[in-house]
């Protein structure tokens, strides 16, 4: 005979989207929390916290699909410059990680800064993502002079392999902070 106990967890108000690991176990009562050894301690399937739809407006919507799999809606330069933001949006569930690039070119297409980063800084892989999902990923750019343009692109984590767009394998956004 099996007995099901039903909980409901309460996050905080600022929690952040992600992946976050759930465990569960028994411990007698009277000795919880400070009974160290609690005993068949589990590990559930990962809970998952979808992000709502950003309310922090866009410089300019791009609606750029990449590979039909990832989409960039749009971006925005935040704090003079030094922070780049990026909306995404899971066209379908793109089903492994992938890395977001960033490369800063001076005006001659010299690169003079980059950054690589899976979303969120890791925080929210795009293998979470379900058809739907909005991703704002905040990206603090590196100090660099001269910097005129900035290449935005994806790539697979595990082969190195850049996701296509009907532009190329990458987006040039001007830097107007």
Not at 20 to 31: E, H, M, N, S
Not at 99 to 119: K, N
Request: aromatic letters at 8%; a negative charge.
């Amino acid at each position: 005979m099996g007995v099901t106990i039903r909980y409901q967890l309460s996050l905080p108000a600022d929690a952040l989207p992600g992946r976050y690991l759930v465990q569960a176990g028994l411990a007698p009562f009277r000795t919880w929390p400070d009974e160290p050894n609690v005993r068949g301690l589990t590990l559930l399937p990962p809970l998952v916290l979808r992000e709502p739809a950003e309310a922090l407006p866009l410089r300019e919507e791009l609606h750029l699909s990449f590979e039909g799999v990832i989409e960039l809606v749009g971006y925005n330069l935040l704090d003079e410059g030094d922070t780049l933001l990026l909306r995404w949006r899971a066209l379908a569930a793109p089903g492994r990680d992938y890395t977001v690039f960033i490369h800063l070119l001076d005006g001659i297409g010299r690169l003079v800064g980059q950054v690589d980063s899976p979303p969120r800084q890791g925080g929210y892989p795009t293998s979470l993502w379900e058809p739907g999902d909005q991703v704002t990923d905040r990206v603090t750019l590196p100090e660099a002079e001269g910097v005129r343009t900035v290449r935005v692109g994806l790539y697979d984590s595990q082969t190195g392999r850049r996701l296509l767009t009907p532009r190329g394998d990458s987006v040039d956004l001007p830097f107007r902070p």
